[in-house]
Antibody
């Protein structure tokens, strides 16, 4: 069974930093590009960032470029999102997602449970 | 960036009726790489359709997708009460990947 278990959400002040983690199991993690998608309260889905199988290529939405860093540790089957310079508008539930067929640009067939990030002073 | 516009914003139908949801792209979606997701209240999104018309694992055949280029459609052939949800389209043919704003499906 594919599982994506997230951790690391919480309350942070504007300008602060936070790291999200996503522990994967039930599939060969190192063979799948992974991504992050977020959803602000009561709003729609927004693409955030993605990473290739070996971490050599990364992708970012313009809204988070230069502030967020995606990475992965294939030896630990874990995906990360380091967020810095957080803004009020970054407040959202962040989802870790697995690609369907192993392509960098792909549909997302499994979603983590979500991690709530609150940005407030 | 490919902007996806979904319509209508809300769809209110009776059980058994046919639901037609539209997703229009600002430019042609490469290889028709378009997916649909269902998000029920309080739940995480679930993949319904990928590559415009392929159903994901365990998705009932009352859900179908069609379209090409810039115009795509998700059809629910016979609406059931459990289909109450917000439906999102997503294109993955070009970077950055983008989502539509969603269509909310309600039961009358």
């Amino acid at each position: 069974e594919v599982l994506l278990v997230q951790s690391g959400g919480g309350l942070v002040q504007p300008g602060g930093s936070l790291r999200l983690s996503c522990s994967a199991s039930g599939f060969t993690f190192s063979t799948y590009p992974m991504h992050w998608v977020r959803q602000a309260p009561g709003k729609g889905l927004e693409y955030v960032s993605g990473i290739s199988r070996n971490g050599g290529s990364t992708y970012y939405a313009d809204s988070v470029k230069a502030r967020f860093t995606i990475s992965r540790d294939n030896s630990k089957n874990t995906l990360y999102l380091q967020m810095s310079g957080l803004r009020i508008e970054d407040a959202a539930v962040y989802y870790c997602v697995k690609t369907l067929a192993g392509y960098s640009y792909d549909a997302f067939d499994y979603w983590g449970q979500g991690a709530l990030v609150t940005v407030s002073s | 960036e490919t902007v996806l516009t979904q319509s209508p914003g809300t769809l209110s139908l009776s059980p058994g009726e046919r639901a037609t949801l539209s997703c229009r792209a600002s430019q042609s979606v490469s290889s028709n790489y378009l997916a649909w997701y269902q998000q029920k209240p309080g739940q995480i999104p679930r993949l319904l359709i990928y590559s415009t018309s392929s159903r994901a694992t365990a998705i009932p055949d009352r859900f179908s997708g069609s379209g090409s280029g810039t115009d795509f459609t998700l059809t629910i052939s016979r609406l059931e009460p459990e289909d109450v949800a917000v439906y999102y389209c997503q294109q993955y043919g070009s970077s950055p990947l983008t989502f539509g704003g969603g269509t909310k499906v309600e039961i009358k």
